[in-house]
């Protein structure tokens, strides 16, 4: 059996505002590519399959034909799906009943029994190949408060679940049938960048769950999804981050896209293959540290020329400044005209020295000086002293408004 992990794809996702429609369609079909030049028996999809939890008409429209295109063109297939924290849960396991037909699964909802307990067996889902069930998964979706057992912490609550799970699958799974484990969460001594708005912690790093929770027997691999950057958790070949298709920020510009390839059998885990996708639009940062406006214009000469198209790179410029540049972003862009790239953000970015704080009473603060505050206040921002000029302004805005 081959199983294909992939996670975090953010449909929908608006980048500075630029629409990554085309991006999205060109990873699918290449996701659909892979599919069947692997011969994959099962696609797993770890969470996050929109970037909202309200997509739009497009969004939708761009998933959906996903799913049927792949379903279509590979009758084998069976997929398998888990809401991250970006989707709503209830809006994407709305249309299984028909997803079904084409053999998808969606796990959003925690589901209870009518005695008001977890439904455990909803996220139990055989794997089949040839209509035999070959192996099981354990399809977890992003669990909120309620959805998992009373305990302590979340990072409790979400072990506790994913054992008593695994328990009520022992009493229907054979023992010979491997174990696949789903879910969307940040584990602990998995890696994150320190700078990656994208993909911070949901819950001030108390979630983070300790990858010993899939060290049962018969789970053979774990299929992570909501941190972006692929990897291996704590060491564990087994458990691992697909990562997402599309750098979702700057700060994951240099991360490495694919998939993951997984091969059972006989019961074991017999291989891990990384199949590396390489996005259609690259993001550019110059320069590369922070350089004064003048030598930015000078790196942005030699920019390739060009028109703007759906390929072109998206970039974002960083300059350092010891004083306020009004004319900084006209003068940008007016170098970038003809240059074949799309400007996202301009980053200006000062020294700032670490300077004590003082304690000022009220009487204190009144016979502050405006003038000599505002001085101080631009020293602490751009680590160097008010032009003359501006202060000559500022003081004869200051007598203006003085009774």
Known sequence: MRLLHTADWHIGQNFFGYDRKEEHIFFLNWLKDQVQETLADVLLVSGDVFDSPNPSAESQKIYYKFLHQVSLANPQLQ??????????????????????????????????????????????????????????????????????????????????????????????????????????LQATGSELSDNDRSERTIIGGLECISPEVFDKQDIVYTALGHLHKAQRVSGRENVRYAGSPLPMSFAEKNYKQGVNLLELNNGKLENIERIEFIPPVKLLSLPKEPKPLSEVLEELELLPDGEITLQSPYLEIKVSITEPEPSMRHQIEEALKGKSVRLTRIAAITTRRERESQIMTYEELQAVNPLEMAQEVFRSRYDNEMPEEMAKLLQSVIREVQP
């Open 79 to 184: 997929i398998v799906i888990v809401a991250g924290n970006h989707d709503s849960a209830g809006r994407l396991e709305a249309p299984s009943p028909l997803l079904e037909e084409m053999n998808v699964s969606i796990k959003g909802i925690v589901k209870q029994t009518p005695e008001g307990g977890i439904d455990y067996n909803n996220l139990l889902v055989p794997l089949k190949k040839n209509g035999v069930t070959e192996a099981w998964c354990i399809a977890v979706p992003y669990l909120r408060q309620g959805d998992y057992p009373s305990s302590e912490t979340y990072s409790k609550g979400v072990a506790a679940m994913y054992t008593a799970l695994y328990d009520e699958l022992l009493k229907v799974k054979e023992s010979t049938q491997p174990v696949i484990a789903m879910g969307h």
